[in-house]
């Protein structure tokens, strides 16, 4: 399975993008990069997934390089909501069936 | 409305007992997940289903059980092996999307806490 490197902490201020980066040296062909967010005593929330080169929807944009060994989640004008863990996640159904496991997350702080 | 409830939020424990947490999805999701949280900690990977009556040890299932009679409950017994079970416990589930080879986004429910008195 791969396995997850991310930052522990970051902060960033309200209005500044933020770009969280996620190694994962070991990725195998088929695996997908998923992003989740979590707050406090909740269960985590999809951001985004992507495969390769750039995937944007209303809230994010991810970046993957063309080795895939590492991806970037960016987060465009954060606000003091944006405060949470963000989890990167690395897997695919055929990869030892399904095994889905969550690296230990950068936690955000977002500052006025 | 669609989604995955867990039940219950707050469960206590007396030493030696065990205990069944429940997880139920109206998704039609085919995959099924359990996971453990400490404080300040990640997600750990307690058992994991992909199919009806098929399930698969996570990292952490010493201690643990679970049957996936139905496609759309998943419970989770913890048992009087665990030695330290307070936690929180989150239930989730996805599709699989085979001609990708992916699984789909994880809808997580919003989790059961227990305590070991």
């Known amino acids: 399975l791969a396995k997850t490197t991310q930052p522990i902490s970051m902060d960033s201020y309200e209005g500044q993008e933020v770009n969280i980066t996620c190694s994962h040296n070991?990725?195998?062909?088929?695996?997908?990069i998923t992003w989740y967010q979590q707050f406090p005593s909740q269960g985590p929330r999809f951001i985004i997934q992507g495969y390769k080169t750039k995937v944007t929807n209303e809230v994010a944009s991810l970046f993957i390089p063309a080795d895939r060994k590492s991806s970037t989640l960016s987060l465009p004008r954060v606000s003091l909501s944006d405060t949470a863990v963000y989890y990167c996640?690395?897997?695919?159904?055929?990869?030892?069936?399904?095994?889905?496991?969550f690296g230990q997350g950068t936690e955000l702080s977002v500052k006025p | 409305d669609g989604g995955i409830t867990q039940s219950p939020k707050y469960l206590f424990r007396k030493e030696g007992q065990n205990v069944t947490l429940s997880c139920e999805q109206n998704l039609n999701h085919d995959a099924m997940y359990w996971y453990r949280q400490d404080p300040g900690q990640g997600l750990r990977l307690i058992y994991y289903s992909q199919i009806v009556n098929d399930f698969q040890k996570g990292d952490i299932a010493e201690g643990y059980s679970v049957s996936r009679e139905k496609k759309e409950s998943f419970p989770l017994t913890v048992t009087s092996a665990q030695k330290n079970p307070t936690a929180f416990y989150l239930c989730?589930?996805?599709?699989?999307?085979?001609?990708?080879?992916?699984?789909?986004?994880?809808?997580f429910g919003e989790g059961s806490r227990l305590t070991v008195l």
């Open positions: 996640l690395v897997g695919t159904i055929y990869n030892q069936g399904g095994k889905l496991i």
């Open positions: 989730a589930s996805s599709i699989l999307v085979l001609r990708e080879r992916r699984t789909g986004e994880l809808f």
């Open positions: 070991n990725i195998a062909t088929n695996d997908y």
